[in-house]
């Protein structure tokens, strides 16, 4: 196959990554466990897991790094298992703890990296150091020595690093972990502003990270992938259409013509601060809209403080499912 076919091919496919009952085993021990896995090109996809889930194992596989057990896939076109070589020359990596030498400046690793990972050099090398260390914001530090550079710094130092051969794909282990929450913001921000350059992958536990900056959301637990969706369809919850209601006053003549509803699944009730909390799980989302607040309100006597479409958040969506995985083994 012609470079021009392949690059033709390539372009015919949405998926920057597409992995197949990839798996590696250390042992008897399976730290990733038959993973598939779609990432879209020009996307920012978070790959979420608790310490220990597999997530830089994963990482690794994708970069050749290791080797799997079982399975494989492709890197933006390139076979994951035969193609290592030309899979790197367009991948920018960051490690989790990435490591620099201390008394060297982001200048001079730019210039180290470039020897790897670039091909130009000269006035074009030093015109493109000074752009990606403005772009992460280092141009007032370029020529200072690393030793003294905070977490967030050092952070984003890597990203320029990994960006130095102009990647399509841009792959980050736990970019933000570890920071004090002004160098978490400086990396989000970051992570945000490069949507427009490459598709980028990174693996946190950082669940609030995840919900700002993500198109789609990929959940590891125990090697197991429990979930992969857009973030917006998790976010939308597992039981279908909640609503959260907030009410003052004796509820029970409500809640038992609630109950009988036909588009009513269930009511669930707690006390919140001496009131009513119910999330009421519907089966018509359009009929519950016309008629539930109405059907609350023909008890005079129950003021309703709070109304609306329950809205989740990731860190809920995970722990369920997650449990709901543990529950079944």
């Not at 690793?109 to 990972?117: D, G, N, S, V």
């Not at 670039?118 to 015109?127: A, D, K, M, P, R």
């Not at 090697?223 to 857009?230: C, F, I």
Request: glycine share 8%; aromatic share 6%.
């Amino acid at each position: 196959m012609t470079e021009s076919q392949e690059k033709n091919k390539e372009s015919a496919s949405h998926t920057a990554i597409e992995i197949h009952g990839l798996s590696k085993a250390f042992g008897d021990f399976y730290a990733v466990k038959g993973l598939n896995l779609q990432v879209p090109k020009n996307s920012v996809f978070a790959f979420l897991g608790p310490n220990g889930a597999g997530k830089t194992t994963t990482i690794k596989l994708l970069l050749g790094l290791t080797q799997p057990t079982s399975g494989g896939g492709t890197i933006l076109g390139h076979d994951l298992t035969v193609e290592n070589k030309r899979i790197r020359s367009r991948v920018g990596y960051m490690a989790q703890n990435q490591q620099y030498s201390q008394y060297m400046t982001p200048r001079q690793i730019l210039r180290f990296a470039a020897k790897f990972f670039y091909q130009g050099g000269g006035n074009e090398l030093e015109s493109k150091i000074d752009r990606l260390l403005h772009l992460v914001e280092l141009g007032q530090s370029a020529d200072r020595k690393v030793k003294g550079f905070s977490g967030g710094e050092r952070q984003r130092l890597g990203i320029a690093q990994a960006l130095i051969n102009d990647p399509d794909l841009l792959i980050l282990d736990e970019p933000a972990s570890g920071l004090d929450p002004h160098g978490r913001e400086a990396v989000l921000d970051l992570m945000e502003s490069l949507r427009s350059r490459a598709t980028i992958f990174y693996s946190t536990h950082i669940l609030d990270d995840a919900q700002r900056v993500s198109d789609r959301v990929a959940i590891l637990n125990r090697g197991n992938l429990v979930a992969s969706a857009p973030l917006n369809e998790l976010l939308a919850g597992t039981d279908g259409t909640v609503y959260s209601i907030i009410l003052k006053g004796n509820p029970q003549r409500a809640e038992d013509l609630i109950t009988r509803q036909a588009w009513v699944n269930s009511v669930n009730t707690t006390k919140v601060n001496g009131r009513t909390k119910w999330l009421v799980s519907v089966k018509d989302e359009a009929m519950a809209e016309e008629e539930l607040l109405r059907t609350i309100l023909k008890d005079r006597s129950l003021s309703v403080c709070e109304f609306g479409i329950k809205k989740y958040e990731l860190e809920e969506i995970f722990l369920k499912l997650v449990e709901d995985v543990k529950n079944d083994n």
